[in-house]
């Protein structure tokens, strides 16, 4: 029987940093978004679901909210709605045309007045179009439930201040790429509101063959499902893994059908599966996804679901291949003969590519398949392709992601062109550090695409260096995606008094497993840390 509700409470520490300390760049991961090649997508096949239950949009959650502090709109007092570990720097946001002099903390037990600080101004922010200032109340560490207020604009929402803040809400992101899988059936037990029967089971009619694509992840709140976000989630999953697994193993619970095999990767084989299913073996090239349209029937009240197979293209098929072989690296000791099999489609895939004009996907196709089979030909092809390239190259999300394989990579490498890497790498992660420091939220964007790109690359190097900045800037991101942003919502609707509203709902981290995953290499880190200093 699976059993699927992930573990909360003790977590034992290992010491696995130092493990990963390593002196070479470990892996990045970055957010693509491949706005420009998604376009014209010609439909290659087209399925009408006649028994599917029809996609169920999630409604805001209601929430009780203690009389007192019951709010009308968006609050101006803003906060992170779990709240603030112990021994973390902790900042209030505030908002309002006019604004203060002072704030207080207050403790929910007794209404009392536990901390007051002084507002700083930051200024009429051009991003946000809003007046801003901070307050900074670090030196409160008491363990308890408090909120602030602060006079003329009112008061935030509730928070804690507590130790293992964070590990509830880790919990409920590892679940939701069980809530979004599809092809089986979703319980109202883990699924609540979103419950539904199993879904997108017909099958697509190719050149007269009648093929099977059920399975994988929904990529998007329509219940699409596109091979690149599902790869990209999978290369961050991977990822967030391999730099924390003492986290994910003991919070992704195993799946008991294959007790033998981490949570975390079952999960994922669960991606795997499907994706081999999108690959057209007949010359290695890869579907981009499946678009899902739901048509309400008035006639016969059913609201059938459309499903439209989209075309290959070069983009998906590199990353397919390049994720295909990282896959089989983690999988190897699990399941060889399924090791093999991804390998063997990534190198078919690579197959396709090879006959193809030479991309950022080829480049981080190469890259991986390298460190996968240590074969010279994808050494040279991706040593070629950055000469070749050179420092004009754009700099997008998937040749990163190339840099990152190669820097990881356990193969031979070429030290110059490490360090050239690094020094680029390097140079990027100041300038965001810079730019998040230098906006009104802390964050270093301001739309949640941004953020997410540039997140990332924190993420990372906050675990390569261990730099204390680094990481309250990687929980500055984490409390703006729990509240404190500029419309006081919470982007995860198991968490937080309010939420993001119907319009805004594709932003919900957990309905997209690629901003799951994103998201879970963060806490990764967040909450490895605390159980770190938990143990000291
Ligand atoms: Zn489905």
């Not at 408090?146 to 935030?156: H, L, M, P, Q």
Request: aromatic share 10%; hydrophobic share 35%; charged share 25%.
């Amino acid at each position: 029987m699976l059993t699927l509700q992930p573990v909360r409470g003790i977590i034992r520490v290992m010491k696995s940093r130092q493990i990963m300390h390593k002196c070479k760049f470990i892996n990045l991961f970055i957010i693509v978004f491949f706005s420009g090649i998604l376009t014209g997508c010609g439909s290659q096949a087209v399925v009408q679901e006649e028994n599917v239950a029809p996609q169920t949009l999630r409604e805001t959650e209601s929430y009780l909210i203690p009389d007192k502090i019951l709010l009308e709109g968006t609050p101006n007092v803003l906060v992170d709605q779990i709240g603030y570990e112990i021994n973390s720097t902790k900042i209030v946001m505030f908002k309002g045309e006019v604004l203060p002099l002072t704030f207080d903390v207050i403790d929910r037990e007794n209404d009392e007045v536990v901390y007051s600080g002084t507002l700083i101004e930051n200024g009429y922010d051009e991003d946000w179009k809003l007046n801003t200032a901070y307050g900074v109340f670090t030196q409160l560490e008491k363990e308890g439930n408090y909120y602030i207020r602060a006079d003329v604009i009112g008061e935030s929402y509730p928070f804690a201040i507590k130790s293992n803040l964070f590990q509830d809400l880790l919990g409920d992101v590892c679940l939701s790429f069980y809530r979004n899988r599809c092809g089986q059936e979703l319980s109202e037990a883990i699924g609540g509101k979103d419950a539904h029967a199993i879904c997108h089971t017909a099958k697509f009619v190719i050149d007269n063959t009648e093929i099977d694509l059920m399975g994988g992840w929904h990529t998007s709140q329509d219940s699409s499902r596109n091979v690149i976000d599902g790869c990209e989630a999978v290369a961050d999953l991977l990822l967030a893994y391999k730099l924390n697994p003492e986290v994910f193993e003991t919070t992704w619970q195993q799946d008991a059908l294959t007790s033998d095999v981490p949570g975390i990767l079952s999960e994922i084989k669960y991606e795997t599966d499907w994706l081999l299913k999108m690959q057209d073996h007949k010359n290695g090239s890869v579907y981009k996804g499946i678009l899902t349209k739901n048509i309400s029937d008035d006639k016969t009240g059913k609201s059938p679901s459309q499903m439209i197979l989209q075309n290959e293209d070069i983009e998906t098929t590199g990353v397919f291949a390049g994720v295909m072989a990282e896959f089989s690296e983690s999988f190897q000791g699990y399941d060889g003969d399924y090791a093999r099999e991804c390998l063997r489609a990534a190198e078919q895939a690579w197959g396709y590519l090879a006959s193809q004009k030479a991309t950022q996907a080829h480049y981080f196709a190469a890259a991986c398949l390298y460190n996968a089979t240590g074969k010279a030909v994808y050494h040279s092809y991706l040593k070629e392709y950055r000469a070749n390239a050179g420092r004009s190259d754009e700099n997008t999300l998937i040749k990163l992601r190339g840099d990152v394989a190669y820097l990881n990579s356990r193969r031979k490498v070429d030290t110059e062109l490490c360090s050239m890497i690094m020094k680029d790498w390097m140079e990027k992660v100041e300038q965001l550090a810079e730019i998040s420091s230098e906006n009104a939220f802390r964050v270093c964007g301001t739309n949640v695409d941004d953020i997410f790109n540039h997140l990332l690359y924190l993420t990372m190097i906050n675990h390569v260096i261990t730099n204390h900045e680094y990481g309250t800037v990687l929980r500055s991101h984490l409390h703006f995606f729990l509240g404190r942003n500029p419309e006081g919502v919470s982007y995860f609707s198991s968490v937080g008094y309010k939420h993001l509203s119907e319009e805004n709902k594709t932003e919900e981290i957990c309905t997209s497993p690629k901003r799951a995953a994103a998201m879970l290499l963060i806490l990764g880190e967040i909450v490895s840390e605390e159980m770190n200093t938990s143990e000291e």
